[in-house]
């Protein structure tokens, strides 16, 4: 997917005009109280620019998913409220999307002015990519933004859609991630070593066989570890493994050795008898994992190995945990990858919503070049996949 030649908002006049932008505003929410608002101070860029050229910017996303239904849970509302505080301006929220309330803030709303739509998964015409909807939201404005890389990968009528109506560019977030993402993939600083864990293997399926085109080493850690050393003959007691995966296992490991690429597993692991924070643990090798243990670490012996891997890399990619890191005695692993990818120097890029949780967690994220803030749409441009919502962006 040929990326790089999308038009962004510095390549259209925003002067009396008014701009539609697709935000990814799915932030945390405890008992109406937004708990991280990063999503919101991400957009925040894109959002300063267009007010500052001329402008009037109605912004819209999705929180959540009710699913079609008008849940009181899901409203924007403590998101305008937090916009205000951020921007320092008023934020004028509509009770609708695609309504009269929505046509009547669109229609009076003055440059340099900014409103909020309502969620956008209150409508299940949004889901559905409905034309119509995507058309009656499209009339509320003369240009349209993406700005919500984390949605990016959905065919949705915010996303994809209304660039049928209308003339279609990208803001500063999703340009910076199809620009670094896109760098990291085509033309990498080498060596390129990639990362990947978390759960299984059959989600990583894709972004493995892409990446063996295009890595020099490739390192497996977290639960998809379990399939490829059961795959290996080694034994995985209670570990999560994906038996209807062993013989795809086996010949990504073939294909990594024909291509020189250099495939790393764990050769150690810390296993407990229970899924328990607290529970007793003791270190095995990795391909002999007793009956009844479950591996929940990379072990020592697997961190040097994979740190020592990670040494003089010119481009890391990073998706998916190396053990339980939301336990702290089994973090130990991830946080040391962690250390390892910050020490390197090496463009660094976290994707997926673990990693960046992990990294974050462990202090790390300001070491890391970049955080991708889409972790969906992020694994699937790593598998070499056309995201609907950049690919319906005009060309330069």
């Given at each position: 997917m040929n990326v790089a030649n999308k038009k962004t908002v510095k390549d259209i006049c925003f002067e009396g005009k008014k701009a539609l932008v697709r935000c990814d505003f799915n932030v945390p929410l405890k008992d109406g109280v937004i708990t991280n608002d990063k999503r919101i101070v991400a957009a925040l860029p894109t959002i300063r620019y267009l007010m500052e050229h001329g402008a009037a910017v109605i912004l819209c996303s999705h929180l959540g998913r009710p699913k079609g239904e008008w849940l009181p849970e899901y409203s924007l509302a403590p998101v305008a409220k937090r916009l205000s505080e951020l921007l320092g301006v008023p934020v004028r929220m509509s009770k609708d999307v695609i309504g009269e309330d929505a046509h009547a803030i669109s229609a009076s709303i003055k440059p340099g002015e900014i409103a909020l739509l309502e969620n956008l998964r209150y409508y299940k015409a949004e889901t559905d990519n409905d034309p119509a909807f995507a058309k009656e939201l499209a009339s509320l404005a003369d240009i349209y933004v993406n700005d919500a890389f984390g949605t990016a990968h959905r065919a949705h009528a915010s996303t994809a859609g209304v660039a049928d109506y209308l003339p279609a560019v990208c803001g500063f977030l999703i340009q910076k991630e199809i620009e670094v993402l896109g760098k990291a993939l085509n033309n990498p600083v080498r060596p390129f070593v990639a990362v990947l864990g978390g759960a299984k293997v059959s989600d990583k399926i894709g972004v493995i066989t892409n990446l063996l085109d295009k890595?020099?080493?490739?390192?497996?850690?977290?639960?998809?570890?379990?399939?490829?050393?059961?795959?290996?003959?080694?034994?995985?007691?209670?570990?999560?493994?994906?038996?209807?995966?062993?013989?795809?296992?086996?010949?990504?490991?073939?294909?990594?050795?024909?291509?020189?690429?250099?495939?790393?597993?764990?050769?150690?692991?810390?296993?407990?008898?229970?899924?328990?924070?607290?529970?007793?643990?003791?270190?095995?090798?990795?391909?002999?994992?007793?009956?009844?243990?479950?591996?929940?670490?990379?072990?020592?012996?697997?961190?040097?190995?994979?740190?020592?891997?990670?040494?003089?890399?010119?481009?890391?990619?990073?998706?998916?945990?190396?053990?339980?890191?939301?336990?702290?005695?089994?973090?130990?692993?991830?946080?040391?990858?962690?250390?390892?990818?910050?020490?390197?120097?090496?463009?660094?890029?976290?994707?997926?919503?673990?990693?960046?949780a992990a990294v974050t967690k462990l202090g790390f994220a300001d070491k890391m070049t970049h955080i991708s803030t889409g972790g969906g749409a992020s694994l699937e441009f790593l598998e070499g996949k056309e995201l609907p919502g950049i690919a319906a962006l005009n060309e330069k």
């Open positions: 890595v020099d080493t490739l390192i497996v850690g977290g639960a998809m570890s379990y399939t490829f050393q059961k795959a290996r003959g080694g034994t995985v007691g209670t570990s999560p493994c994906e038996d209807d995966k062993l013989d795809l296992a086996r010949e990504l490991l073939a294909k990594a050795e024909k291509k020189g690429v250099r495939f790393l597993l764990p050769v150690d692991n810390v296993v407990t008898e229970t899924y328990d924070e607290n529970a007793a643990y003791q270190v095995v090798p990795s391909m002999a994992i007793p009956d009844g243990w479950m591996g929940m670490d990379i072990g020592p012996k697997t961190i040097k190995l994979f740190s020592d891997a990670l040494k003089g890399a010119g481009t890391v990619v990073w998706n998916g945990p190396m053990g339980v890191f939301e336990f702290d005695a089994f973090a130990k692993g991830t946080y040391a990858i962690a250390q390892a990818v910050a020490d390197t120097g090496a463009v660094s890029i976290i994707g997926g919503g673990d990693s960046v």
